[in-house]
C-alpha cells in the first residue's frame, strides 16, 4: 500500500515559480530606468553618473533655486489645467454621440477621434507648426493647448466609451418615465454612473498634457516653454543630478494622484 502512495505521489511542479521569477524580472526590468534615477537624485557625484559615489540632499535644495524649472513648471501647469477642462468639455459629448446615436459614417468619425493615438507625436507637432505659423499662433498658450488638446481628446473618448458601454441604461429610461428632462438624466443618472470613466480621462490627459514634449518643443520651443522642454534644455547645458531630483518629485506627485484617484473614483474599474 505505501509503495503505491509513492507511486502516485505528486511531482514538484516548476512552472510556478518559473513564472513568478519572469514576472520579477519583467517588473525589474520596466521599473530599472525609475530605481536608477532615483538613486542618482541623490548621488553626490558632480555629473550624471552610476553608481553614486556618496549620498546627498544638495541637488532637492537646489529646485527651488532654479528660475527656469519654475517657469516651466507654471506653464505646464496652466495648458495641463486648461487642456483637461476642455476635452473633458468635449470629449464627454463625444463619446456620449458615438455610444447613443446610429448615423452613416459612425465608424469613421470613431477612427478619427482616436487617429492622434496612432500617429507619431513629432509628426503631428510638424503639421502644427505649419498650421499654427501663418495664424501667429507658434509660441503661445493658445497654440500649445490646441495641440495638447489633440493627444489628449482620444483618452478622455476612450475611457468615457468603456464606461458607457457597461451602464445600465434602465435608469435613464425610468428617469424619462417619471418626468426628467434630457439635461437632469444626464446630470442626475448618467454622469454619476460614469464617473469613474470621466475622472479616469481626465486624469489621463492631464498627466499626458503636463508630460508632454515633442509638440511643446516644436510649437512653443523660444517663446512658451513647458517643464519637459526646460528639462532639455537643462541636460544640453548641464549634467548634474538636479534633473533627476526633478524626475523623482514629478514621479511621486503622478503616483499619489493616481493612487487618490484610484481609491477615491475606482480607476483601474475605469480602466477596464
Not at 523623482?248 to 493612487?259: G, N, Q
Request: some cysteine; hydrophobic content about 60%.
Amino acid at each position: 500500500m505505501m509503495s503505491e502512495v509513492r507511486l502516485f505521489k505528486p511531482r514538484f511542479n516548476v512552472a510556478k515559480p518559473a513564472f513568478g521569477i519572469l514576472v520579477f524580472l519583467l517588473y525589474l526590468f520596466l521599473l530599472a530606468p525609475l530605481l536608477i534615477v532615483c538613486v542618482i537624485s541623490f548621488a553626490s557625484n558632480q555629473y550624471l553618473s552610476f553608481p553614486p559615489e556618496g549620498f546627498t540632499l544638495k541637488w532637492y535644495e537646489l529646485l527651488p533655486q532654479e528660475s527656469t524649472f519654475m517657469a516651466g513648471m507654471q506653464v505646464s501647469l496652466i495648458v495641463a489645467a486648461i487642456v483637461t477642462v476642455i476635452v473633458l468639455a468635449i470629449g464627454v459629448p463625444a463619446a456620449l454621440a458615438l455610444d447613443r446615436f446610429e448615423f452613416r459614417g459612425k465608424g469613421a468619425v470613431q477612427s478619427f477621434f482616436l487617429s492622434p493615438l496612432l500617429i507619431p507625436s513629432i509628426v503631428l507637432a510638424l503639421g502644427m507648426v505649419l498650421l499654427f505659423g501663418p495664424l501667429h499662433l507658434n509660441n503661445t498658450y493658445a497654440g500649445i493647448i490646441i495641440g495638447h488638446v489633440a493627444v489628449t481628446f482620444p483618452f478622455v473618448v476612450r475611457t468615457t466609451l468603456m464606461s458607457l458601454a457597461t451602464t445600465d441604461t434602465s435608469c435613464e429610461s425610468a428617469a424619462r418615465i417619471l418626468g426628467a428632462g434630457s439635461w437632469t438624466v444626464f446630470r442626475r443618472v448618467t454622469l454619476p454612473i460614469i464617473q469613474p470613466g470621466v475622472i479616469a480621462g481626465g486624469v489621463i490627459a492631464f498627466i499626458v498634457s503636463f508630460d508632454e514634449a515633442v509638440i511643446s518643443l516644436f510649437v512653443a520651443e523660444s517663446g512658451l516653454p513647458t517643464l519637459p522642454v526646460q528639462v532639455l534644455r537643462y541636460v544640453e547645458n548641464s549634467a548634474d543630478a538636479a534633473v533627476a531630483a526633478l524626475s523623482v518629485i514629478l514621479i511621486l506627485i503622478s503616483l499619489v494622484v493616481v493612487i487618490i484617484v484610484e481609491r477615491v473614483m475606482g480607476l483601474r474599474k475605469a480602466l477596464r
